[in-house]
């Protein structure tokens, strides 16, 4: 065992884990790449809506984001299972080393034996990525796929539809072009404008309220905003449509 003092080879309170540590810094990095490779498919797959082009079953792009959602639910089980057995190592200071691998092992078993399609509720960017093909859809005009659709149970009222898309940011009161959503309550704003709002009342150490009328959320923070790929999509569209009938 890496770290270990030749004369307390046997005792606990010689184990040094940075090298585990380092190794899990690595494995970190590798999350990077697999969210990395999820916002590709992501992007893929609404260029595929957007050209209404149709490819092979054999290349949908719901069986690659299921298989990097698979792969970070795997990879993350791992990680945790690695911290929580250096954790317990720690505390407990047992006087002989143990098979740190064969804890490990255990603990990822029993975190894998856990799995189920519902985990993939719990992926924000598999949930991002079903909602944003689905609204894209929904503004062409074309069938929602029900394969691998975990994303039933979420709120109707946070995806947006056709006829209830609104271009315009409740801020700026102007068409939107880089849109952000609201995880938390459903409602879209113009990035820069909707940044420039809660970093002020932050620095006054106020909590920042959603700017849509009538919306009850109160404590709007950073982590609440994702891109919403699908409406700035139909925006652009929808000015392109607007741009060639009025040529």
Not at 143 to 159: Q, S
Not at 162 to 183: G, Y
Request: proline share 3%; hydrophobic share 30%.
């Amino acid at each position: 065992m890496p770290g270990r003092s030749g004369s307390n080879s046997g005792s606990t309170r010689y184990i040094s884990f940075s090298g585990v540590e380092s190794a899990l810094s690595s494995l970190k990095n590798f999350q990077a790449c697999i969210s990395s490779g999820m916002d590709t498919v992501s992007s893929v797959a609404l260029d595929l809506v957007e050209t209404q082009t149709e490819v092979s079953s054999d290349y949908s792009m719901d069986r690659a984001m299921v298989e990097f959602a698979k792969m970070e639910r795997e990879l993350s089980h791992y990680v945790k299972a690695v911290q929580s057995t250096i954790s317990h190592v720690k505390e407990e200071r047992p006087e002989k080393v143990p098979d740190l691998k064969l804890l490990v092992e255990k603990k990822f078993l029993a975190l894998q034996d856990k799995n189920s399609d519902a985990d993939f509720r719990d992926n924000e960017k598999f949930v991002q990525y079903k909602q944003q093909l689905r609204e894209l859809k929904k503004q062409y005009g074309m069938p929602a796929d029900r394969e691998y659709d975990w994303t039933e149970g979420i709120d109707e009222d946070m995806i947006v539809t056709q006829s209830q898309t609104n271009f315009i940011c409740p801020i700026t009161q102007l068409e939107m072009k880089k849109p952000v959503k609201n995880k938390v309550c459903g409602h879209t704003y113009e990035e820069d404008a909707i940044v420039r709002m809660i970093e002020s009342k932050h620095k006054r150490k106020k909590k920042a309220c959603c700017p849509k009328i009538g919306c009850s959320h109160t404590d709007m923070r950073m982590s609440d905003l994702i891109p919403d790929e699908a409406l700035r999509r139909a925006i652009e569209s929808h000015n392109k449509k607007k741009k060639r009938h009025s040529e």
